[in-house]
């Protein structure tokens, strides 16, 4: 601000700054406490979307993974072992890769054959493992 503008302020040049802290002052306290319970619910809700995001994102690299290497990965199911099926079995959260490639393996047909269900090989895996 330039101070030869001053004089055409209706309050003296020293009460200036002194109105412009109480102002500035005034508003940092209102938006404290408003962004202090903002950001408790925003915390509590953001904690909720990443544990629910962290589960997505797994199926989402599972999906991708099983995409990028469709063939590798069905010649894997299809022997009940591999690195792709290993790899795989991680990406979908099973602790027993070798029990999963032989679960794998028993269902290779519902999950590649011609009677396999519509979407990718991940829902066809849940929907499967859901059944059992």
Request: proline share 2%.
């Amino acid at each position: 601000m330039n101070r030869n503008c001053l004089h055409h302020w209706p309050i003296g040049s020293a009460a200036l700054p002194l109105a412009l802290g109480a102002v500035i002052g005034l508003g940092a306290c209102v938006n404290d406490s408003g962004d202090l319970a903002t950001s408790a619910s925003t915390a509590g809700t953001t904690a909720y979307l990443i544990h629910e995001d962290r589960e997505d994102d797994d199926f989402a690299r599972a999906r991708d993974f099983a995409d990028k290497r469709f063939v590798a990965l069905r010649r894997d199911v299809a022997a009940g072992e591999g690195e792709h099926l290993d790899a795989f079995a991680n990406l979908m959260g099973e602790a027993d890769t070798e029990a999963f490639g032989r679960w794998l393996q028993g269902n290779y047909a519902s999950l590649y054959g011609p009677a396999a269900a519509e979407g990718d090989l991940v829902n066809r895996v849940v929907a499967l493992r859901e059944t059992r």
